[in-house]
């Protein structure tokens, strides 16, 4: 057999090099979830967003959530802010 | 000041402590003074890829613990000039590498060392960050072969995150690629990634290519840093590595098929 797939190696399937590198590329672009380019901004806006909340509520710093988002050539960037129960808001004025 | 490099891949068997003797090996035989650091506490085994085994009185650990100073720990190479090793703990867990231990020796290390380098274990646990944290660059050794490459790449994600550069925003950790274990002939043939193909997924620089070869077990059966297997083409690729990496501008040796005749072409197994 040897001698035939030296003969026919260029078959006409993906060699599976190519099948690696392209479940390579996909998997690691997952994983990197934006690392290279993620903005070193992120944390500094977290803590600002976070200030201009707490002039009118009072809200934990666990209780914010700040996520970017890559869809395609979309950036999201999602905010959420969980407020506090009622009788908890009434206790700041 | 002292150059600190890490020698990690996240992955285990890749090569990372035949590539930290080889290149340690070769920096001291061009004339810099050069330590060799073993992190693989519990597993240490640069001190038999680096053939002093025997020699092995004090460790990392036990200097760490101030148990013993860097010069009872220190083993000098009796081959090569300028080459220090300093071999993991085989006792102790990896819990005793703490970041302030880990700090105090390096620093120590880098006023009488001009490269301090720092063989990292596998995985991403404590003693791979710990080798990694204080580096000013890094071998990323990697196989041309998906577990490893992969995890390379989560290896140079934690690279510019959880170093000590990335969290003082300092010039980030410059990233060098060794990709070893490379058979031109498998990758020609569509088998196996090819140089350019990891390349093209890592994103990083290439330092240097090391082919596989039944050099690198022969050397390590005998406890010498495949480099000094001069005459051998891994020997020779580490060499040319190091040469790069002290600024020489060489062609990359052993990334293309060598051209056989029509009668190996036919009847040459593989």
């Known amino acids: 057999m040897g001698m035939f797939d030296n003969f026919f190696s260029r078959s006409p399937n993906k060699s599976t090099a190519a099948v690696a590198k392209e479940r390579l590329q996909i998997i690691v672009t997952h994983e990197r979830g934006g690392r290279h380019r993620s903005p070193d901004y992120l944390p500094a806006l977290k803590k600002e967003l976070l200030e201009v909340v707490r002039k009118y509520v009072h809200v934990d710093q666990s209780q914010i959530k700040v996520h970017l988002d890559r869809d395609g050539d979309c950036e999201v960037l999602e905010l959420n802010i969980t407020l506090p129960d009622e009788e908890q808001r009434m206790g700041v004025s | ?270």
């Not at chain 2, 003074?33 to 092995?56: A, H, K, P, Y």
């Not at chain 2, 072969?145 to 290896?155: A, C, W």
């Not at chain 2, 934690?158 to 990335?166: G, K, T």
Request: net charge negative; charged share 25%; aromatic share 6%.
């Open chain 2, 1 to 270: 000041m002292a150059t600190v490099i890490v020698v990690t891949s996240g992955k285990g068997g890749v090569g990372k402590t035949t590539t930290s003797a080889s290149f340690a090996t070769g920096l001291a035989q061009r004339g810099y003074r050069t330590v060799v650091i073993d992190f693989d506490v519990g597993l240490r085994n640069l001190d038999l890829i680096m053939g002093c085994e025997r020699r092995v009185v004090y460790d990392f650990i036990n200097v760490i613990n101030n148990e013993a100073n860097l010069n009872q720990a220190l083993i000098r190479d009796k081959r090569v000039e300028n080459l220090y090793i300093l071999p993991a703990s085989q006792t102790r867990d990896k819990e005793a590498l703490t970041k302030d231990g880990v700090e105090r020796v390096l620093n120590e290390l880098r006023q009488n060392f001009e490269y301090v380098v720092c063989d990292s274990p596998a995985g991403i646990e404590r003693g791979a960050l710990m080798a990694l944290y204080f580096a000013d660059e890094a071998l990323v050794v990697t196989n041309p072969e998906v577990s490893s490459v992969r995890d390379s790449d989560r290896i140079l994600g934690i690279l510019a995150s959880r170093s000590r550069r990335a969290e003082q925003g300092d010039i980030p950790v410059k990233e060098h690629l060794v990709l070893a274990r490379y058979a031109p002939e498998r990758a020609h043939r569509g088998d196996m990634l090819s140089v350019d193909d990891v390349l093209e997924i890592l994103g990083i620089s290439l330092l240097g290519v090391i082919p596989e070869s039944p050099a690198v077990l022969q050397s390590s059966n005998a406890g010498v840093p495949v480099i000094l297997e001069d005459d051998s083409d891994a020997g020779s690729a580490y060499g040319d590595l190091v040469d790069r990496f002290l600024g020489k501008s060489l062609p990359h040796r052993f990334v293309t098929v060598q051209k056989k005749g029509l009668l190996q072409r036919l009847f040459g197994g593989s």
